[in-house]
T-cell receptor, first 113, second 111 residues
Framework: SQELEQSPQSLIVQEGKNLTINCTSS?????LYWYKQKYGEGLIFLMM?????EEKSHEKITAKLDEKKQQSSLHITASQPSHAGIYLC?????????????FGTGTRLTIIP | KAGVTQTPRYLIKTRGQQVTLSCSPI?????VSWYQQTPGQGLQFLFE???????NKGNFPGRFSGRQFSNSRSEMNVSTLELGDSALYLC??????????FGQGTRLTVV
């Protein structure tokens, strides 16, 4: 089984709607990183969360890490076509620093007009 | 500031051959990590180098190896290629207390 579970696996959202992607672990995370990937390309860094209860926002994207540091959510407000892609959560599972990340299976986001 | 550069972008090899992929990190970054991405297994950690030393290693067979040079550029090598080695190989570079920046990847196809 995956150490890091991401849900949903895919999401089709109408442009302008809000959406949430979740990332869950059975272990305490030392750091949680959100990335976006266009198909077949590299990962673009979105946000890094390290403290329990931490919340960060950038433009229309907000990421939160729960108090127990086992679950994170990524929320997009008023989605746009530019938000389409694959969203990946990556976690430091053993205090390695972010040199060694364990990734979730990804969420494929499609935005329809 | 230039990003992480991976070469080549695409590669086609035959089973049994070996292949070398290259990664040039962001200037000043000393840590380089390698990942394999496949549709079935997702993104999996291969190994990480820091100052020419391998610090972390994932669960891959010995056919997968790497090295890092004094200028922090890194190479990974896969010997005796198998069909299952077809994947997108990504490298990430990291400086002191920063997030990991990923390259565009090398798409390897083994036929």
């Amino acid at each position: 089984s995956q150490e890091l579970e991401q849900s949903p696996q895919s999401l089709i959202v109408q442009e302008g709607k809000n959406l949430t992607i979740n990332c869950t672990s059975s272990k305490t995370l030392y750091g949680l990183y959100w990335y976006k990937q266009k198909y077949g390309e590299g990962l673009i860094f979105l946000m890094m969360l390290q403290k329990g209860g931490e919340e960060k926002s950038h433009e229309k994207i907000t990421a939160k890490l729960d108090e127990k540091k086992q679950q994170s959510s990524l929320h997009i407000t008023a989605s746009q076509p530019s938000h389409a892609g694959i969203y990946l959560c990556g976690a430091d599972m053993g205090n390695f620093g972010n040199e060694k990340l364990t990734f979730g299976t990804g969420t494929r986001l499609t935005i329809i007009p | 500031k230039a990003g992480v550069t991976q070469t080549p972008r695409y590669l086609i090899k035959t089973r049994g051959q070996q292949v070398t992929l290259s990664c040039s990190p962001i200037s000043g970054h000393r840590s380089v990590s390698w990942y394999q991405q496949t549709p079935g297994q997702g993104l999996q950690f291969l190994f990480e180098y820091f100052s020419e030393t391998q610090r972390n290693k994932g669960n891959f067979p010995g056919r997968f190896s790497g090295r890092q040079f004094s200028n922090s550029r890194s190479e990974m090598n896969v010997s005796t290629l198998e069909l299952g080695d077809s994947a997108l190989y990504l490298c990430a570079s990291r400086g002191a207390s920063t997030e990991a920046f990923f390259g565009q990847g090398t798409r390897l196809t083994v036929v």
